[in-house]
T-cell receptor, first 115, second 115 residues
């Protein structure tokens, strides 16, 4: 069965510093990977996705992620964090079911930004 | 803007009193999902509809039911809410995976409190 691990439950960075959030997945086939962001009391917003092709994907809000098959990782990065980036970040792997796509989420990383 | 709408945003119900949460979409997606997200946890898929076909997750309690009267609307019914059902309920939609890989679009969620 597929699974996603986000090893860091909480991360604190200073505004303007770089950020990397870790994500490792376990899935027997080609993974389809996502990063979502959730602000308090809100739904999930898609930051970026990897389906195939270039392993470095660009997303919204200046985020990027790199797919590394050899390490089963899909880490999220941002070169300079803004205070508004404080939120919870979820990595997810998608399983195709021949109709709907089922997402399995990691447990999330809570990002705090210090001014 | 095309979107996923959830009503109400906040719902308070009494222990054992049936409650219905609503989701509508203007994206014309044929797949709709319901997730349960408890505090500080990842979203957990309860079930999804592929058109009119209902797909229940194996570990979703019988207390949770769903209806999809048309493409645009989907309802989550909790027949006898317990204190453990207090959570954020997220609705999501996507195009079907038979024609490719597509991300899920999430609504803002309904926060359910059980008293």
């Amino acid at each position: 069965a597929q699974s996603v691990t986000q090893p860091d439950i909480h991360i604190t960075v200073s505004e303007g510093a770089s950020l990397e959030l870790r994500c490792n997945y376990s899935y027997g086939a080609t993974p389809y990977l996502f990063w979502y962001v959730q602000s308090p009391g809100q739904g999930l917003q898609l930051l970026l996705k990897y389906f195939s092709g270039d392993t470095l994907v660009q997303g919204i809000k200046g985020f990027e992620a790199e797919f590394k098959r050899s390490q089963s990782s899909f880490n999220l990065r941002k070169p300079s964090v803004h205070w508004s980036d404080a939120a919870e970040y979820f990595c997810a792997v998608e399983v195709l079911t021949g109709g709907g796509n089922k997402l399995t989420f990691g447990t999330g990383t809570q990002l705090k930004v210090e001014l | 803007d095309a979107m996923v709408i959830q009503n109400p945003r906040y719902q308070v119900t009494q222990f054992g009193k049936p409650v219905t949460l609503s989701c509508s979409q203007t994206l014309n997606h044929n797949v709709m999902y319901w997730y349960q997200q408890k505090s500080s946890q990842a979203p957990k898929l309860l079930f999804h509809y592929y058109d009119k076909d209902f797909n229940n997750e194996a570990d979703t309690p019988d207390n949770f039911q769903s209806r999809r009267p048309n493409t645009s609307f989907c309802f989550l019914d909790i027949r006898s809410p317990g204190l453990g059902d207090a959570a954020m309920y997220l609705c999501a939609t996507s195009r079907d995976s038979t024609s490719g890989n597509y991300e899920q679009y999430f609504g803002p969620g309904t926060r359910l409190t059980v008293t």
